[in-house]
């Protein structure tokens, strides 16, 4: 976001979301551990979708094999951040096995009009589904003086 406001999409101006996604130094899309006690873990940035509707933002977050039990979802400071931790139980051993579940980690840095504390999330099949309401406009108003 830029000093003078924030920045807006060139499309639809609208409010764009800062991201502030981890990635490696060497450019992969494989997100590394934020602390060094997990250095076996490994993060992925999820792709996202993000839309403006009239009352707000919806973000969908693309994160297969998670649950709602693995799934933390947080604002602080006005970052959204979304991690997601994945398991595997198979039903049997598998033959062959090329599907890897990955931890995901995406942040992003809201715009100032966002509701934080009314963001709700439902997670459908493997998709996050957030939705940002816009908080509502702050205008000024007269406060009349009492004389006693």
């Known amino acids: ?39 076996e873990e490994r993060y992925v940035a999820p ?27 947080k604002v602080d400071q006005g970052i959204l951040t979304i991690e997601a931790r994945t398991s595997y139980s198979p039903m049997a051993n598998p033959l062959r096995r090329e599907f890897e579940l990955v931890n995901f980690f995406r942040q992003f840095q809201l715009p100032e009009k966002v509701a934080a504390d009314q963001i709700s999330a439902e997670l459908t099949n493997g998709v996050l589904k ?12 007269r406060i009349q003086v009492k004389t006693t």
């Open 1 to 39: 976001m830029s000093a003078g406001g924030p920045s807006t999409t060139p499309e639809t101006g609208a409010p764009e979301m800062a991201e502030q996604t981890v990635v490696p130094a060497d450019g992969t899309s494989t997100v590394t551990t934020r602390e060094q006690t997990r250095a």
């Open 130 to 141: 957030l939705k940002l309401p816009w908080a509502p406009e702050v205008r000024p108003r």
């Open 47 to 73: 792709p996202v979708d993000i839309y403006e509707e009239k009352d707000g933002l919806v973000v969908l977050a693309d994160i297969p094999g998670a649950d709602a039990s693995g799934l933390d979802v």
